[in-house]
């Protein structure tokens, strides 16, 4: 058993197509501590949402060794072990902000009252107090994201896994959702996987920042991001935040095949 | 939301519009037979006298509306509802099959549907007998259920319900599987991620996201069932419905009365897609995806 919250061993997914075999990833080599803030950035076709959907079991792998809390991505997800933020909300449409984060009480079994502290305090952590009534085309994108949030932590996973999920959202909103996220994760201590493709943003959250490129899908870097764990949105304007970034763009570069 | 008001004009235009062709129709339909007698009598008619004969036929090749609507009232509010002779009580004969056939053929078609998206051997042999069922005529069709469920000692109400049974679970299916299929993948994956069982799957996703699918095809099957009913009344010996009326109608050259009972089944197929998509406004209001 290992006391990582990821570990990935020789981990590779290649899938057949007309023109041959597509080696979505190949022999990437990863362990997440637990209590890390995890970002992993690279172009498109890099396979960093599909090595987030490994770990999550949406995906099988076809080599190597994934444990998610020591346990197969299968047993980590009956244990509860992970929510999942996708690129959109998702909220299902009929039901209320409250009915949307309840879902996966509902389907787990919690009981009601139960339910309904849980729901009010997600809530209350996204900073979604007062819309529990309210329909998903009701609130902003930005809002429905948060309530989706809201959805992935109510039930006390303790890994977190984000897949570029302020990528269709405007910069303002993003800052904005950025900074409570970091807020919300040293409030939490959760470790949390993040996939983007911006690098500000990789930087700005990431205590860890994983740099990808594409084929065959693999981990070209690791950076250890050492600004303080307080950050407010200025220290995006600090050279030490700029120096990072430059190494994340340089390993990108060195990745290669960005030619799209 | 057009608003209901503005909807009178253009309404009224296309009703009176229709009213003028028919009239123009009777008139050049009718006049043939009126011409016959009038020569047959040695009479000269005037254009008015013409005009006038064509309008008043007891047994016109094409009726009038002022005839279908004297008829229409006469059988509906002159006639008590327990009279033969009401077209309220035919209607409801027709009513009754047709509602019997309408649940049968919606459960059958939702049930259908839920064995078509969960089970694969389902998805690949159901629908096209499903299919293959809707192609063979139903007119060649009725005559044989009614005579098989008579010989079984089932007779009245429910061999009718079986043939609007069998218009109207097609519909049903076909748009029950788009609905329980309208979920997108991420959807899907979302209570994947909650390691949701397939029921809970069903009943938290697949079900809800179905419903305005559930409401299209509904209406279609509504109106589709009115037609098995009817089209079940016809081999019964025409004894009541509105099948019956249309048949004995036909027997007897009484056009007025098969005209009358094609409006009488109009409006009943009106006033169930109506009623259904009512239930529609509410559900989808109830379930917050009417904006």
């Known amino acids: 058993m290992s006391e990582h919250a990821i570990s990935a061993v020789d981990l590779g997914l290649e899938f057949p197509t007309r023109d041959g075999k597509i080696e979505a990833l190949q022999q990437i080599n990863l362990e997440v501590e637990s209590g890390e803030f995890i970002a992993l950035i690279g172009p498109s076709g890099c396979g960093k949402t599909t090595f987030l959907r490994i770990v999550a079991a949406l995906e099988k792998p076809t080599s190597g060794v994934i444990r998610v809390n020591g346990l197969s991505p299968e047993e980590a997800r009956k244990a509860r072990s992970y929510g999942y933020v996708f690129q959109a909300a998702g909220l299902y449409p009929w039901r209320s902000i409250a009915a949307n984060v309840r879902l996966p009480l509902e389907v787990m079994g919690f009981d009601r009252r139960e339910r309904d502290d849980r729901v009010r305090h997600a809530l209350d952590l996204v900073g979604l107090s007062g819309f529990e009534k309210q329909f998903p085309w009701q609130l902003s994108g930005g809002m429905q994201q948060r309530a989706s949030i809201a959805r992935a932590l109510c039930f006390d996973a303790d890994i977190l896994l984000m897949d570029e999920p302020f990528g269709a959202l405007d910069e303002i909103v993003r800052d904005h959702l950025n900074e409570q996220l970091l807020a919300l994760w040293q409030k939490t201590g959760k470790t949390v996987g993040f996939v983007t493709h911006s690098i500000p943003e990789a930087v700005y959250l990431a205590s860890r920042i994983v740099v990808m490129s594409p084929r065959p899908g693999r981990i070209t870097a690791v950076i250890e991001n050492d600004l303080p764990t307080e950050r407010p949105l200025e220290i995006r304007d600090s050279s030490e935040f700029i120096a990072i970034a430059q190494k994340v763009r340089h390993a990108l570069r060195a990745g290669g095949d960005a030619h799209d | ?291």
């Open chain 2, 1 to 291: 939301m057009i608003k209901v008001t503005a909807l009178v004009l253009p309404v009224t235009t296309v009703v009176l519009a229709i009213i003028g062709i028919w009239y123009l129709f009777a008139f050049s339909l009718n006049s043939q037979w009126a011409e016959d007698q009038a020569a047959r009598a040695g009479v000269e008619l005037t254009a008015t006298e013409l005009w006038a004969a064509t309008m008043s036929q007891d047994r016109p090749r094409l009726a009038t509306p002022h005839q279908v609507a004297a008829e229409l009232w006469d059988t509906t509010i002159n006639k008590k509802v327990t009279s033969k002779r009401s077209l309220i009580f035919h209607g409801w004969v027709t009513l009754s099959a047709t509602l019997l056939g309408f649940v049968i053929g919606t459960m059958l078609g939702i049930l259908l549907a839920i064995g078509i998206v969960h089970n694969r051997a389902m998805n690949l042999s159901v629908m096209p007998w499903a299919i293959a069922s809707q192609a063979i005529p139903i007119l060649a069709l009725a005559p044989m259920i009614i005579v098989v469920l008579h010989s079984v000692g089932l007779s009245g109400l429910l061999p009718k319900a079986c043939i609007s049974a069998y218009l109207s679970f097609f519909p049903v299916v076909v748009g029950m599987v788009s609905g329980f299929r309208s979920p997108n993948q991420m959807s899907l994956d979302l209570l994947d991620t909650y390691a949701a069982s397939r029921p809970q799957i069903f009943w938290k996703l697949r079900l809800p996201a179905s419903m305005p699918y559930l409401f299209t095809s509904l209406k279609v099957g509504a109106a589709a069932s009115l037609v098995g009913a009817i089209v079940g009344e016809l081999p019964t010996g025409a004894v009541a419905g509105l099948g019956a009326r249309l048949l004995v109608g036909s027997y007897y050259g009484q056009t007025i009365q098969i005209w009358s009972a094609l409006f009488a089944a109009a409006a009943l197929a009106a006033l169930l897609v109506g009623l259904i998509g009512l239930a529609q406004k509410v559900t989808l209001r109830q379930m917050g995806m009417a904006r």
